[in-house]
């Protein structure tokens, strides 16, 4: 099987290079992304076609420029086809932060491929979610290379409006990819994973959700941010952020995130404050012990 020889390949890599632990992930990765994207390219190719007319007939609202240097790193909606790139950044730069690396996927230097494909099944899930919107970056002149993703949600009453807005026809395509998805994960199932973990972030939300009630109900909210390791520092993660606080702001709401450890500075150079909780916060709380999940808002709120 495909994953099989990715794992094979995994343990080759490693024998050739210093142990088990120091598995290029990237090499890996690169090669899972190619396999996925020969195997698949036609099929990719068509599912791109049908979907994108339908994602972006709600997804109309213009790709404003939210940072002067958008002219050389440009912003787009995802298409389909960026979602193989996407999870090819977004696993490489999570592979070893707290949450996702050792807690969610402690067996992730043995299947590094299936870290890969949850975030693979997760963006494609989120892709017909009429409240989430996934970017990504890429420098002007190599339009397919997908350098940062972004995911912002709209909490709140903006986001049940969207919700309304959402067509039957793109509603009911995100149903079946739903199912498309179930499919795919029985398949090929997540062996990198502690199945004991793997929904540990939605189960701790309840401990958390009070955060974002009265005057912060209505939120731009940053679902997940990855800039791909090779282009980091380079301003990609500032501009996806900046599409979401610049939104935040024309609608006179405030944006919010949950950052990861060592992150926070980061989030207060593009405009957050806080922390004003944390995501471990609260009796038996299931990421009680994992360590960073400061919650931070911006000033938005306060005048909205
Ligand atoms: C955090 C992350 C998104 C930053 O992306 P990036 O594209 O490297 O960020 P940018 O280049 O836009 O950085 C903007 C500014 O923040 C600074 N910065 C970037 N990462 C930083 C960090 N961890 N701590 C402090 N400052 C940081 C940059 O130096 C830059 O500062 P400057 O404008 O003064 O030069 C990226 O490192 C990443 O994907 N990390 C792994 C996954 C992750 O933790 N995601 C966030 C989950 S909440």
Redesign the pocket.
């Known amino acids: 099987m495909l994953y099989d020889k990715i794992s094979a390949r995994a343990i080759d890599t490693d024998a050739n290079s210093s142990g088990l632990q120091s598995v290029d992930v990237r090499h890996i990765s690169q090669y899972h992304l190619r396999c996925e994207e020969s195997k698949g390219v036609w099929i990719n190719a068509a599912i791109n076609k049908i979907v994108h007319y339908q994602y972006s007939f709600y997804k109309q609202t213009p790709i404003r420029r939210p940072h002067k240097n958008c002219s050389k790193m440009p912003l787009r909606y995802a298409t389909w086809t960026d979602l193989l790139p996407a999870s090819h950044a977004a696993s490489a730069?999570?592979f070893d932060?707290a949450l996702f690396g050792p807690i969610i996927h402690p067996h992730r230097r043995t299947y590094p491929g299936d870290v890969y494909l949850f975030f693979l099944r997760y963006f494609r899930q989120t892709f017909f979610s009429a409240t989430d919107t996934i970017l990504v970056s890429y420098p002007s002149a190599s339009p397919s290379t997908v350098t940062?993703v972004g995911i912002w949600t709209r909490k709140g009453a903006g986001g049940v409006k969207l919700e309304r807005q959402q067509g039957w026809t793109v509603w009911l395509t995100g149903k079946l990819f739903q199912g498309v998805n179930k499919i795919h994960e029985l398949l090929y199932p997540n062996r990198a994973a502690d199945p004991a973990k793997i929904d540990i972030l939605e189960r701790s939300y309840a401990w958390i959700k009070h955060h974002w009630t009265g005057e912060r109900a209505n939120s731009w909210y940053l679902n997940l941010?990855?800039?791909d390791p090779n282009?980091?520092?380079?301003?990609?993660?500032?501009?996806l952020v900046s599409w979401g606080t610049q939104r935040a702001k024309e609608e006179g709401v405030c944006a919010s995130?949950?950052?990861?450890e060592?992150?926070e500075?980061?989030y207060r150079?593009c405009g957050f404050e806080g922390p004003v909780g944390w995501a471990s916060e609260g009796e038996d709380n299931p990421i009680a012990h994992v360590s960073g999940g400061a919650i931070m808002f911006t000033e938005a709120f306060k005048q909205g």
Request: no cysteine.
């Open positions: 730069a999570f932060e940062a941010l990855a800039t282009f980091e520092k380079m301003g990609y993660g500032r501009l995130l949950i950052s990861a060592g992150r500075e980061f150079k």
